[in-house]
């Protein structure tokens, strides 16, 4: 299984950004849950967001209402669209999937700057 983040860059506060998970390998992203994990240095790996299988969506409180998780099960791809960014949604976003995850990508850097 093979999970290839991507989309990540540096973005002024207030801007968007959307990061794109391509699955590979066998791994149905239709069957299974997915999500999207950040990590800001010195700080533990959260949960941003989460979609099931049954199409049942989880945020994280802080970006409630400015980011959306999707799929795309024929292309087997996860996105997370990112409006209304902040300083503090600085870091390194992985996405997931299992609902306790089982398989990680690498990792995308996202920097939003004040």
Not at 24 to 30: L, R, T
Not at 53 to 66: E, H, L, P
């Amino acid at each position: 299984v093979q999970l290839q983040a991507s989309g990540g860059g540096l973005v002024q506060a207030g801007g968007s950004l959307r990061l794109s998970c391509a699955a590979s390998g066998s791994i149905i992203i239709g069957i299974a849950t997915m999500g999207w994990y950040r990590q800001a240095p010195g700080t533990q790996r959260e949960l941003v967001a989460r979609i099931t299988s049954g199409g049942t969506t989880n945020y994280a409180d802080s970006v409630k209402g400015r980011f959306t998780i999707s799929r795309n099960n024929a292309e087997n791809t996860v996105y997370l669209q990112m409006n209304s960014l902040k300083p503090e949604d600085t870091g390194v976003y992985y996405c997931s999937a299992g609902f306790t995850p089982t398989y990680w990508g690498q990792g995308t850097q996202v920097t939003v700057s004040s």
